[in-house]
């Protein structure tokens, strides 16, 4: 049951992300970043980053039209 809770917990918050950011301040953006993401770089140009696990496999689906596997 808590998995499943925690799944649910989780993709609402992949949901909601893009809003719940735009609202909050400084900090707390940094805080939601470093919850879904490690490892960003600068190349001086763009920003690139790895996902922590569940987003990476969200953020892959984004990028692929063949999101449903099999």
Do not use: M
């Not at 909050?24 to 696990?53: C, E, M, P, W």
């Amino acid at each position: 049951t808590n998995y499943l809770i925690e799944g649910v917990r989780l993709l609402e918050l992949a949901n909601r992300g893009y809003s719940l950011y735009k609202k909050k301040d400084a900090r707390q953006k940094a805080r939601l970043l470093k919850f879904i993401q490690s490892n960003s770089t600068y190349d001086g140009v763009s920003i690139h980053s790895t996902y922590k696990k569940p987003f990476d496999l969200l953020a892959k689906g984004l990028q692929t039209n063949n999101w449903l596997p099999g």
